[in-house]
């Protein structure tokens, strides 16, 4: 157990006493030894100005009163200090071009609680992010004020696709990140459905004074949960895929999708099952792979994925 864990637990331990309580309990419950409890008990007279008072007949520890004493800051078990350094350096990430200067308080007090939790250096945790998606952070600011003032947005947007801009007017419904990059999902007033739009596509984005148009929360949930990655919608397909033996170990720790079917073959390979809307994110998954997965079915789907690979194919001719 850590220090600043035994001070607090020790400061739990004699405000719930009702009688004073003995040295060899309270090292029990430290599970340390008698000196390491006078030194903590020490630590909180001294450090913190605990009114800690000896028993003179038992020799036992008890708070002369309770409710005039308060451990500063916030008390923390193992695991939460370790969400919250991990979410330390999830911060500071955003924090080098997304809402900067509240992001920088943010960070500084949470270095601060993490001190004193005897976490003094944060260096031995590093967070690499691959094909890591920017978006602009003035675009980010105004995308997030308007959700939060439920105001619709104008926006620019300029599609991978095409390459071509349009213009847009939306209802913002909430911000995800997904896979390193930020998107905005929302209701377009132009195609009258739900879309998401990658942020660093946006190349202009207005608040306007029109209030955002409520979208029922049965079409949202079915929406973004029945089907395939960012590009979701009512799922229209099942891809079937085979997965390899070789590979087989590795693709069952991913999760593709949250109605995803697996079964397991009898030679170590694998029957993958994954509802879809859009192929796009999932033909560039299954691409990831190789000649290790192998689509059965939609015909669609197949003949999609041999058109991109002849296409690739071409480069090299």
Same mark, same amino acid.
């Given at each position: 157990?850590?220090?600043?864990?035994?001070?607090?637990?020790?400061?739990?331990?004699?405000?719930?006493?009702?009688?004073?309580?003995?040295?060899?309990?309270?090292?029990?419950?430290?599970?340390?030894?008698?000196?390491?409890?006078?030194?903590?008990?020490?630590?909180?007279?001294?450090?913190?100005?605990?009114?800690?008072?000896?028993?003179?007949?038992?020799?036992?520890?008890?708070? &002369?009163?309770? #409710? !005039?004493?308060? $451990?500063?800051?916030?008390?923390?078990? @193992?695991?939460? *200090?370790?969400?919250?350094?991990?979410?330390?350096?999830?911060?500071?990430?955003?924090?080098?071009?997304?809402?900067?200067?509240?992001?920088?308080?943010?960070?500084?007090?949470?270095?601060?609680?993490?001190?004193?939790?005897?976490?003094?250096?944060?260096?031995?945790?590093?967070?690499?992010?691959?094909?890591?998606?920017?978006?602009?952070?003035?675009?980010?600011?105004?995308?997030?004020?308007?959700?939060?003032?439920?105001?619709?947005?104008?926006?620019?947007?300029?599609?991978?696709?095409?390459?071509?801009?349009?213009?847009?007017?939306?209802?913002?419904?909430?911000?995800?990140?997904?896979?390193?990059?930020?998107?905005?999902?929302?209701?377009?007033?132009?195609?009258?459905?739900?879309?998401?739009?990658?942020?660093?596509?946006?190349?202009?984005?207005?608040?306007?004074?029109?209030?955002? &148009?409520?979208? #029922? !929360?049965?079409? $949202?949930?079915?929406?973004?949960?029945? @089907?395939?990655? *960012?590009?979701?919608?009512?799922?229209?397909?099942?891809?079937?895929?085979?997965?390899?033996?070789?590979?087989?170990?590795?693709?069952?720790?991913?999760?593709?999708?949250?109605?995803?079917?697996?079964?397991?073959?009898?030679?170590?390979?694998?029957?993958?099952?994954?509802?879809?809307?859009?192929?796009?994110?999932?033909?560039?998954?299954?691409?990831?792979?190789?000649?290790?997965?192998?689509?059965?079915?939609?015909?669609?789907?197949?003949?999609?994925?041999?058109?991109?690979?002849?296409?690739?194919?071409?480069?090299?001719?």
């Amino acid at each position: 157990m850590k220090k600043q864990d035994k001070i607090y637990l020790l400061d739990q331990m004699l405000k719930s006493a009702k009688f004073p309580i003995s040295k060899e309990y309270i090292a029990e419950r430290l599970e340390c030894s008698i000196a390491t409890v006078y030194r903590t008990i020490s630590d909180l007279r001294d450090g913190y100005g605990a009114p800690i008072e000896t028993n003179q007949e038992t020799g036992g520890f008890y708070y &002369q009163n309770t #409710d !005039s004493f308060e $451990l500063p800051g916030l008390r923390l078990q @193992s695991d939460e *200090i370790e969400a919250l350094l991990m979410a330390s350096h999830l911060l500071e990430d955003i924090q080098r071009g997304l809402l900067k200067e509240p992001l920088s308080r943010l960070l500084e007090n949470i270095g601060n609680l993490l001190k004193e939790h005897g976490i003094k250096d944060k260096r031995n945790i590093q967070i690499i992010y691959a094909l890591f998606r920017k978006a602009n952070k003035d675009i980010f600011a105004s995308v997030f004020s308007a959700l939060q003032n439920n105001k619709r947005i104008e926006i620019d947007y300029q599609a991978r696709s095409t390459n071509e801009t349009t213009k847009r007017i939306v209802s913002p419904l909430k911000l995800t990140n997904y896979k390193n990059a930020w998107y905005l999902d929302s209701w377009c007033h132009l195609r009258q459905g739900i879309r998401s739009f990658a942020l660093e596509q946006i190349i202009q984005c207005t608040e306007l004074t029109e209030d955002c &148009q409520s979208v #029922d !929360s049965e079409l $949202l949930k079915n929406h973004f949960s029945g @089907s395939y990655g *960012i590009f979701s919608g009512e799922h229209t397909h099942t891809a079937r895929l085979k997965v390899s033996a070789k590979v087989a170990k590795w693709v069952v720790t991913e999760q593709w999708h949250s109605k995803q079917n697996i079964t397991h073959l009898s030679d170590g390979s694998l029957f993958l099952e994954v509802p879809y809307h859009n192929d796009i994110e999932l033909i560039m998954d299954i691409l990831r792979y190789g000649k290790n997965i192998t689509v059965l079915s939609p015909d669609s789907l197949r003949s999609n994925i041999k058109s991109t690979i002849e296409s690739m194919l071409n480069n090299y001719n």
